[in-house]
């Protein structure tokens, strides 16, 4: 629901802008401590391994064509 308010949102705006979800990911994804995290503080956190990889890969992609 947050994330369809929003898409409608930045298209209302014209803004330009790419949506990218890692379905299954938890905040914090991309920190390989995250599940230690997420055991000694009951927090909602996870490391994921492939959307991590996936993300890398997502921002390299856009700064190589912001910065061509």
């Known amino acids: 629901e947050q994330i369809e308010a929003f898409k409608k949102e930045m298209k209302e705006l014209?803004?330009?802008y790419r949506f990218i979800n890692y379905p299954g990911a938890l905040h914090s994804f991309t920190n390989?401590?995250?599940?230690?995290?997420?055991?000694?503080?009951?927090?909602?956190?996870?490391?994921?391994e492939a959307a991590d990889k996936a993300s890398w890969s997502e921002l390299k992609q856009f700064l190589a064509e912001l910065f061509k």
């Open 14 to 16: 014209g803004a330009d």
């Open 32 to 48: 390989p401590q995250a599940d230690e995290f997420a055991g000694k503080f009951s927090m909602p956190v996870g490391y994921n």
